[in-house]
């Protein structure tokens, strides 16, 4: 069965990059688009952009341009999402989900950016 | 950038109720629309896809439709467990996005 197993919980200070990985299984990760998607507490779902992981293409959400990265490892089935000059309001789950209609996601990973 | 708009922005209802949320596009967007349901501190699920497309595994009271900018999730016979949020996203092209979201009580 698919499955997109995220890492863990993160704490960062103001200022700081955030790398979150998300590994692949049940299917062909090159097939499929992995999209990565916020939510602050309490707030709603935010598209953050696309990574092709066939080719490695990407494309970010106009908020986060000149501060995500989206890459990946073939090898290991693993796509990754880097959010670097954190801020408070960067405080959120990030969620990986396969494209195109999201019919799986990871379980999501806690970053929290505090001082 | 295309906008998604939903109504209402929350709504309560009974067990046995037919419930409808309704979402726009500022734009039209053919028939990718999709609508997920995020209950308290899950994952979201995806119910529909293709504007009208059930999801394998999602009862059917739920059903979705419409094209080019007007759509709208159905649940009838509202039940217990559909108490959640409901979202929906575009995704003819980037970005992707999602409604505001649809909070249902029961």
């Known amino acids: 069965q698919v499955q997109l197993v995220q890492s863990g919980a993160e704490v960062k200070k103001p200022g700081a990059s955030v790398k979150v990985s998300c590994k692949a299984s049940?299917?062909?990760?090159?097939?499929?688009?992995i999209n990565w998607v916020r939510q602050a507490t309490g707030q709603g779902l935010e598209w953050m952009g696309w990574?092709?992981?066939?080719?490695?293409?990407?494309g970010y959400a106009q908020k986060f341009q000149g501060r995500v990265t989206m890459t990946r490892d073939t090898s290991i089935n693993t796509a990754y999402i880097e959010l670097s000059s954190l801020r408070s309001e960067d405080t959120a789950v990030y969620y990986c989900?396969?494209?195109?209609?999201?019919?799986?996601w990871g379980q999501g990973t806690l970053v929290t950016v505090s001082s | 950038d295309i906008q998604m708009t939903q109504s209402p922005s929350s709504l309560s209802a009974s067990v046995g109720d037919r419930v409808t949320i309704t979402c726009r596009a500022s734009?039209?967007?053919?028939?990718?629309l999709a609508w997920y349901q995020q209950k308290q501190g899950k994952v979201p699920k995806l119910l529909i896809y293709?504007?009208?497309t059930l999801q394998s595994g999602v009862p059917s009271r739920f059903s979705g439709s419409g094209s080019g900018t007007d759509f709208t999730l159905t649940i009838s016979n509202l039940q217990p467990e559909d108490a959640a949020t409901y979202y929906c996203q575009r995704y003819d092209s980037v970005p992707r996005t999602f409604g505001q979201g649809t909070k249902v009580d029961i």
């Open positions: 293709g504007a009208s």
């Open positions: 049940g299917y062909i990760f090159t097939s499929y688009d």
């Open positions: 990574m092709n992981p066939n080719n490695g293409d990407t």
């Open positions: 989900a396969r494209a195109p209609q999201y019919g799986n």
């Open positions: 734009q039209g967007i053919r028939y990718y």
